[in-house]
């Protein structure tokens, strides 16, 4: 049997053996199951339809596993499908995380580059309703199914915005999605940006591919990498840890404690930090969950990055997918994970460092700004001279003026802060880190 551990999607693969009850036990367990079969034989009695028993069984399944946890769920064969399906990363639909909750459809995050993202779907958008249908009328299992269809195919949705007074009515065509999980660029050709959308198979793999082929680009060396999670519902554990095993010489990444030996798990890092220590910051969101946040934490446990951005996610547990029969299963909650430090982010989340909210920078207006040149009979600048025995003040300026990346320019609506401002924010702190060695120098 394949062993895989995941998160969000799925996680850690395996066949639980099911142990007897304690004699003292079997009595009250008996009593419960007499009720189960005398509830089910009313109903294929007296309800007003003919109702058969597998379809009856699978909705007490789905009602058991739905009743512990919000991640816990019966997988038919359409489920069981895509687990494979989103961990190789090819699929049809409309490309986003969801999570109902208290019949509440949530959007925990739309992937890179997919229908719902290029519709403007965002973190934390509510589903109101799906061609109509109150969501609030349908379980989890038919709400994804009426999300979900081939390419070329529409779908009408409202939703919830916390930002927003009134309802949004989005329609939106189904596509191919083709997760890309991994994707980079350098900034002033020593800044680089790593992308990661989610965590598949190939997640760990690629981004240590990336990162050598855009250091190899770099005419001046590295000096700083921003590793941007925010969106990224999660994925496969194991690739998680070997995001953070890339940046990390020692210690402990990760730790899973369930009630079987089968969910324990610990994840250690094996020294080799890509970086060599080079500054780095981390980016997150409400959409950062699960692996994302075990990456988020521990860096930032360890040290090894500053955080910014937004509150994430805050989804500490592990679910493992148990197969009961060919093409069912069932996805079961079975331990909580911690980070480094010992920190549980189940329901907290992971707190940034440094907080920066999704701003949007608007074009500036003309310069009308007043300065002290401005002003009438202002003082005349006159720098001091320079020390026989030390170098020229204007030298020193000089030197970190180059440091510092060019002037954005007079359209900040076609600048990088328009565009992305935690970026620009994390890219800044980078270029003022490095200000600061080569003072220290």
Same mark, same amino acid.
């Given at each position: 049997?394949?062993?895989?551990?995941? /998160?969000?999607?799925?996680?850690?693969?395996?066949?639980?053996?099911?142990?007897?009850?304690?004699?003292?036990?079997?009595?009250?367990?008996?009593?419960?199951?007499?009720?189960?079969?005398?509830?089910?034989?009313?109903?294929?009695?007296?309800?007003?339809?003919?109702?058969?028993?597998?379809?009856?069984?699978?909705?007490?399944?789905?009602?058991?596993?739905?009743?512990?946890?919000?991640? &816990?769920? !019966?997988?038919?064969?359409?489920?069981?499908?895509?687990?494979?399906?989103?961990?190789?990363?090819?699929?049809?639909?409309?490309?986003?995380?969801?999570?109902?909750?208290?019949?509440?459809?949530?959007?925990?995050? $739309?992937?890179?580059?997919?229908?719902?993202?290029?519709?403007?779907?965002?973190?934390?958008?509510?589903?109101?309703?799906?061609?109509?249908?109150?969501?609030?009328? /349908?379980?989890?299992?038919?709400?994804?199914?009426?999300?979900?269809?081939?390419?070329?195919?529409?779908?009408?949705?409202?939703?919830?915005?916390?930002?927003?007074?009134? $309802?949004?009515?989005?329609?939106?065509?189904?596509?191919?999605?083709?997760?890309?999980?991994?994707?980079?660029?350098?900034?002033?050709?020593?800044?680089?940006?790593?992308?990661?959308?989610? !965590?598949?198979?190939?997640?760990?793999?690629?981004?240590?591919?990336?990162?050598?082929?855009?250091?190899?680009?770099?005419?001046?060396?590295?000096?700083?990498?921003?590793?941007?999670?925010?969106?990224?519902?999660?994925?496969?554990?194991?690739?998680?840890?070997?995001?953070?095993?890339?940046?990390?010489?020692?210690?402990?990444?990760?730790?899973?404690?369930?009630?079987?030996?089968?969910?324990?798990?610990?994840?250690?890092?094996?020294?080799?930090?890509?970086?060599?220590?080079?500054?780095?910051?981390?980016?997150?969101?409400?959409?950062?969950?699960?692996? &994302?946040?075990?990456?988020?934490?521990?860096?930032?446990?360890?040290?090894?990055?500053?955080?910014?951005?937004?509150?994430?996610?805050?989804?500490?547990?592990?679910?493992?997918?148990?197969?009961?029969?060919?093409?069912?299963?069932?996805?079961?909650?079975?331990?909580?994970?911690?980070? $480094?430090?010992?920190?549980?982010?189940?329901?907290?989340?992971?707190?940034?460092?440094?907080?920066?909210?999704?701003?949007?920078?608007?074009?500036?207006?003309?310069?009308?700004?007043?300065?002290?040149?401005?002003?009438?009979?202002?003082?005349?600048?006159?720098?001091?001279?320079?020390?026989?025995?030390?170098?020229?003040?204007?030298?020193?300026?000089?030197?970190?003026?180059?440091?510092?990346?060019?002037?954005?320019?007079?359209?900040?609506?076609? &600048?990088?802060?328009?565009?992305?401002?935690?970026?620009?924010?994390?890219?800044?702190?980078?270029?003022?880190?490095?200000?600061?060695?080569?003072?220290?120098?």
């Amino acid at each position: 049997m394949t062993f895989r551990t995941l /998160l969000i999607i799925a996680s850690l693969t395996l066949v639980v053996p099911v142990s007897a009850a304690p004699p003292a036990q079997q009595p009250a367990r008996w009593d419960e199951l007499r009720v189960f079969v005398e509830v089910m034989e009313r109903i294929k009695r007296d309800y007003v339809e003919e109702v058969d028993d597998a379809t009856l069984i699978h909705h007490a399944i789905r009602g058991m596993l739905q009743g512990l946890d919000p991640h &816990s769920a !019966f997988l038919d064969e359409e489920g069981w499908g895509d687990i494979e399906t989103l961990t190789t990363g090819r699929y049809e639909g409309l490309g986003m995380e969801v999570l109902m909750e208290d019949g509440v459809l949530r959007v925990i995050a $739309p992937i890179d580059g997919g229908p719902a993202q290029e519709a403007g779907i965002r973190p934390g958008d509510v589903i109101v309703s799906i061609d109509g249908a109150p969501v609030q009328a /349908l379980d989890q299992a038919e709400a994804v199914r009426r999300l979900r269809g081939p390419s070329g195919t529409s779908v009408s949705l409202q939703l919830q915005r916390a930002s927003l007074s009134a $309802p949004l009515e989005v329609e939106i065509e189904r596509g191919q999605i083709e997760l890309v999980s991994v994707r980079g660029e350098l900034y002033d050709d020593r800044y680089m940006y790593i992308r990661l959308s989610m !965590f598949n198979d190939n997640t760990g793999r690629e981004a240590r591919e990336l990162y050598e082929r855009l250091a190899a680009e770099s005419v001046d060396g590295i000096s700083g990498v921003v590793l941007d999670l925010r969106s990224n519902p999660g994925g496969v554990l194991e690739a998680a840890g070997d995001v953070a095993d890339m940046f990390l010489d020692e210690g402990l990444i990760v730790r899973a404690a369930g009630r079987t030996p089968e969910a324990r798990y610990e994840r250690r890092a094996v020294r080799g930090d890509v970086a060599a220590g080079k500054p780095m910051v981390v980016l997150i969101d409400a959409g950062s969950a699960s692996a &994302s946040e075990i990456v988020a934490g521990a860096l930032q446990d360890h040290e090894r990055a500053v955080v910014m951005g937004e509150q994430s996610f805050g989804k500490g547990s592990v679910q493992s997918v148990l197969g009961v029969r060919p093409g069912q299963g069932i996805k079961l909650t079975t331990a909580r994970y911690y980070t $480094p430090s010992g920190r549980s982010i189940q329901a907290a989340g992971i707190t940034p460092d440094i907080m920066v909210a999704p701003l949007q920078v608007a074009a500036a207006e003309a310069r009308t700004a007043v300065r002290e040149a401005d002003l009438i009979r202002h003082l005349r600048n006159t720098d001091l001279p320079a020390a026989d025995d030390g170098e020229p003040e204007a030298a020193v300026n000089d030197a970190l003026r180059a440091l510092q990346a060019p002037a954005l320019g007079d359209a900040p609506e076609d &600048s990088l802060a328009a565009e992305d401002y935690a970026l620009h924010e994390a890219l800044n702190l980078l270029r003022g880190i490095r200000i600061m060695q080569a003072r220290a120098r």
